[in-house]
Nanobody
Framework: QVQLVESGGGLVQAGGSLRLSCTVS????????VGWFRQGPGKERVFVAA???????RYADSVKGRFTIFRDNAKSTVYLQMNNLKPEDTAVYYC???????????????WGQGTQVTVSS
């Protein structure tokens, strides 16, 4: 069975940092791209960042310069380093796997359950 498990969420003050982890099992991890999406209160799920199997990356404009996505194939884990967090970053963060790299949630085959990030002002 394919499983994606997120961890690392929590409550942090504005300007602080968090690192989210997404550990993948049940597939050949190094052959897949992984994306991060988020869904804030009363909002739809939107793209945050993605990394391909050749480690090319994409970022939403709202997080460029603040967030970094990277992967450790030996640990089957993708990370999202979030710096200079803002209250508008508050959301449930989800990781997902695809055979490519994409900013569209429709292109992802497998999803985790999400982890809550709350940023206080």
């Amino acid at each position: 069975q394919v499983q994606l498990v997120e961890s690392g969420g929590g409550l942090v003050q504005a300007g602080g940092s968090l690192r989210l982890s997404c550990t993948v099992s049940g597939l050949l991890f190094r052959s897949y791209g992984v994306g991060w999406f988020r869904q804030g209160p009363g909002k739809e799920r939107v793209f945050v960042a993605a990394i391909g199997y050749i480690t090319n990356t994409r970022y939403a404009d709202s997080v460029k310069g603040r967030f970094t996505i990277f992967r450790d194939n030996a640990k089957s884990t993708v990370y999202l380093q979030m710096n200079n967090l803002k209250p508008e970053d508050t959301a449930v963060y989800y990781c997902a796997a695809t055979t490519s790299i994409s900013v569209s949630s429709d292109d992802y085959n497998y999803w985790g359950q999400g982890t809550q990030v709350t940023v206080s002002s």
